[in-house]
């Protein structure tokens, strides 16, 4: 078909192309680097569900403040969206370990059961302030335009919590 009129299709060639490529590139300097080193590429933790009713249950309005661990501000579409997006790049992470000969570890089996829908959750969801005075704290990046801020969101949404952590290193 026209991968135009599917951008899902447009995201999968781009993954696949550039995005594959620039871990290999990652690859190849590790390898050049340590030519003699055994090497285990782990891939993405699970994210978000691919169950459409789980996925429908999850939202929550980012307004500030958000409650401890953030909120999850997508609509069932979008997990399931960003649950496919995340099965493309664990894909070409794993390709991309394939065609060096160092080994892949998937995270998905260890972290079933801890996305962000779920009720013990090992992903920050989006966690919002209100600016104080137009500057946000320093582990926020301010949303606005013209030099206004309006809310500030925390970095590190939907990257592992300390729990997470945690259960990925042990």
Do not use: M
């Not at 401890?68 to 496919?84: E, K, L, R, Y």
């Not at 099965?87 to 998937?106: I, K, T």
């Not at 969101?153 to 919590?161: D, R, S």
């Amino acid at each position: 078909g026209d991968s135009s009129a599917y951008p899902e299709a447009i995201l999968s060639d781009r993954i696949a192309d550039v995005v594959q490529a620039r871990i290999g590139a990652v690859l190849d300097d590790i390898k050049q680097r340590a030519p003699n080193a055994r090497v285990i590429v782990v891939g993405y933790p699970r994210v978000a569900t691919d169950d459409q009713s789980a996925a429908d249950g999850c939202w929550a309005s980012p307004v500030p403040p958000s409650p401890a661990g953030g909120v999850v501000p997508f609509s069932g579409t979008d997990i399931i969206f960003i649950h496919n997006v995340e099965v493309l790049l664990d894909a070409a992470v794993q390709a991309a370990a394939a065609a060096h000969g160092f080994e892949f570890v998937s995270s998905w089996a260890a972290t079933e059961g801890h996305g962000l829908c779920d009720p013990d959750s090992w992903i920050f969801g989006l966690d919002t302030q209100w600016p104080t005075d137009g500057k946000c704290p320093a582990d926020f990046q301010p949303l606005g335009y013209d030099g206004n801020v309006f809310a500030c969101a925390k970095l590190g949404a939907l990257h592992p919590n300390q729990d997470g952590v945690d259960a990925l290193t042990s």
